[in-house]
């Protein structure tokens, strides 16, 4: 196993992932012909919509070799829209590759896919991209990782020439120039050349320097020798990246295919084998075990991605621990049923190779399973072991589909179970009040690939309604003493309760409240009663019916959030008063209580970065502003400029037509979610 890779492909839309990807399966012997983005004829980006669209949608797996290592690569989505693709690709794997355009440097979706990375606990190598283009700039793009993502940049390679003169690079650990004259050949080793010796010794020693400061084995080396010696440094730059302290930087041209073959070697030497992580941990009952990846031990694979093809259910799962055999009987333990593995694949992209065996380290697909969903752990039916699933964001974006034909509304609704099934951050649900069928999802491409599938794929016609944003409510200003009581008497058993609450923003809660509320910061609960008026187990029950009367608010039904209360008085009765009474008292109480505060209706917004010529700026201000956008920056770019702002999500429909049209087919933009703020009154009726 330590001659296994699992790495993932990282980066903002646009700044050559899948390139990055095709030439590494090109230069490892995997294909044979170079592939191109534009077009469409990449190996991850096969999907039809992807290769329409020019961009990659849905978490694509290769398997490859390299210098006697074996590198299985998941080449992700770099839309915000799609970020449940990436979150879940995260969670299986063990190191990451991330790409950085040399103009654009830090782009927004850089941003949000590193902190990604740092919640996993991900360990990544930086590869600066487009070293060809005009106004392509290293130490810019380097600068912006220092400033904005803040690990300690550790720059291993000098840049031979620039822009279109970018032909090579020097290793400054083994003070070698490597040069691609033609972007097609193999790779040509020589001396550093005599114009860029001296740059090159100059930055072989900030380099030291920046290690020195970081490692205790290469500052004890630095101190005695006043240099650092290339073992230490490349032993240092290993353990600093797996530690996180660091990230070692690379540059290149993918398409020009130049660079590639230092960064495999890059990502061979610094990024993590399945024996460098630690054992992944899950829960057997009520104890937390942990799994070593031994291939001797009991089996626990964990569920990743379930795609549907036309020879079958694919299930795409990493094995963490023990070996999985073709023929198998493996148990799934949140569905509390037994699988069996007919088939297991090694796969790359849309194509697959049998395989007889995976163990642990490995990523495989396998076809068998029908009912594994992503996030199911797989594991040996006399050794249970629940993983924790990758989690799933809240949709933020609605629409209403229906069939055209009626007799097409059974295969409709078979159709979004599937699209579900595959894409957990697809939601859809029947509104009770129209009878609408309501799809949900991150944004409004995502929702528009969703529903491109089920007419591509599914041979559905269906209709589509304008697209709806997913409202809350919260409290403005709460209400003190609110009494209920519930008092129920209809033979039998009766049902009494009485409580007294407190509500309030959730921010205005004294410094020494106690949350009950598991932690959630949409929620606060706590009770101040005393003596004994209210017993533990009916606080309990009051919570428990808090929380189920937050699911629809006064003022349109939605969610409410940012709300804290108070249980402060109460009273039981010896026959009558059960955990049912108080929870039905706590939510017709919180409720009541709802409908006397002062609500406030709260809508999504996003962060936009917009990226126009000079001479679109004024109408695209114009514009942002009658969206209700909020400028927060704008910063010059080669002609360029890069405007930031806020803006509601409702009001962001149909503006890449808009921005399109003001900037002459110009102008990009690309959002990320930025939370909810209040919506202005009309937004309420």
Known sequence: MTGVRNLGILAHVDAGKTTVTERILYLTGTIHKRGEVHDGTTVTDFDSQERDRGITIFAAAVSCAWDGHRINLIDTPGHVDFSDEVERSLRVLDGAIAVFDAVAGVEPQSESVWRQCDRHGVPRIAFVNKMDRAGADLDAAVESIRERLHPAPLVVQLPIGAEDGFTGVVDLLR????????????????????????????????????????????????????????????????????????????????????????????????????????????????????????????????????????????????????????????????????????RILRVRADRHAEVDWAVAGDIVAVIGPKAARAGATLCAPSAPLLLEPPTVADPVVSVAVEARGRTDADRLATALARLVEEDPSLAVRTDPETGQTVVSGMGELHLEVAVEKLRRAHGLDVAVGRPRVAYRETVARGVSGLLYRHVKQDGGAGQFAHVVLDVEPLGAAPPDAVDTGGGAVDFGFRSTVVGGRVPQEYVRAVEAGCRDALAEGPLGGHPVTGVRVTLTDGATHAKDSSEMAFRTAGRLALREALRACAMVLLEPVVEVTATVPDDAVGGVLGDLAARRGRVSGTAARAGTAVITATVPLAELFGYATRLRGRTQGRGTFTTRPAGHAPAPAPASR
Not at 189 to 198: C, I
Not at 240 to 252: A, I, N, Q, R
Not at 312 to 325: A, D, E, F, K, Q
């Open 175 to 342: 003070m070698r120039a490597m040069v691609w004259p033609d972007g097609h050949g193999a790779c040509e080793e020589g001396p550093v050349p005599d114009a860029l010796r001296e740059e090159a010794r100059r930055r072989r020693r900030l380099l030291e320097e920046a290690v020195a400061e970081l490692h205790p084995g290469a500052l004890e080396e630095f101190c005695v020798e006043s240099a650092v010696s290339t073992a230490t440094l490349a032993t240092a730059l290993r353990e600093l990246t797996l530690g996180g302290e660091g990230v070692v930087v690379l540059c290149g041209s993918a398409y020009r295919n130049r660079g590639v073959e230092p960064l495999l070697d890059a990502a061979v030497a610094y990024l993590p084998s399945p024996l460098d992580v630690p054992a992944v941990r899950g829960t057997r009952g009520d104890a937390v075990e942990e799994r070593a990846a031994d291939p001797g031990g009991p089996l626990a694979a964990l569920v990743f991605k379930v795609t549907s093809t036309a020879t079958g259910r694919l299930t795409y799962l990493r094995v963490y621990s023990g070996t999985i055999g073709k023929g198998e009987v493996v148990w799934d333990v949140g569905a509390r049923r037994t699988e069996r593995i007919g």
